[in-house]
Nanobody, 124 residues
Framework: QVQLVESGGGLVQAGDSLRLSCAAS????????MAWFRQSPGKEGEFVAA????????DYADSVKDRFYISKDNRKEMLYLQMNSLEPEDSAVYFC?????????????????WGQGTQVTVSS
């Protein structure tokens, strides 16, 4: 069973940057696609970004494209989300996901295992 632990969230001002990290354990990290989702109170969970098992292909939601960057370090078994030019609308709990099956790459939330999340709050 995979374990995922997010960190790096916090309270920042609009325009600031944050880097989220996700430590994974429990299986071969490099065999699985990974993703970030986020959820705000009263809203549906929202896809943020996904990355292939080998890290070569990435996908971003339109709302974060050119501001957020997903990366993974297969040796360290870490997933990252670099968030730049943060906006109040980015405030949410951010969840790290690891795909159920090897080499999955996509936006289907149901296809991932999830961590407990880390809160990001952006003040205006």
């Amino acid at each position: 069973q995979v374990q995922l632990v997010e960190s790096g969230g916090g309270l920042v001002q609009a325009g600031d940057s944050l880097r989220l990290s996700c430590a994974a354990s429990g299986r071969v990290f490099g065999n699985y696609g990974m993703a970030w989702f986020r959820q705000s109170p009263g809203k549906e969970g929202e896809f943020v970004a996904a990355i292939t098992a080998n890290g070569r292909a990435k996908d971003y939601a339109d709302s974060v494209k050119d501001r957020f960057y997903i990366s993974k370090d297969n040796r360290k078994e870490m997933l990252y989300l670099q968030m730049n030019s943060l906006e109040p609308e980015d405030s949410a709990v951010y969840f790290c996901g690891s795909s159920h099956t090897t080499f999955y790459f996509g936006r289907d939330r149901a296809r991932y295992y999830w961590g407990q999340g880390t809160q990001v709050t952006v003040s205006s």
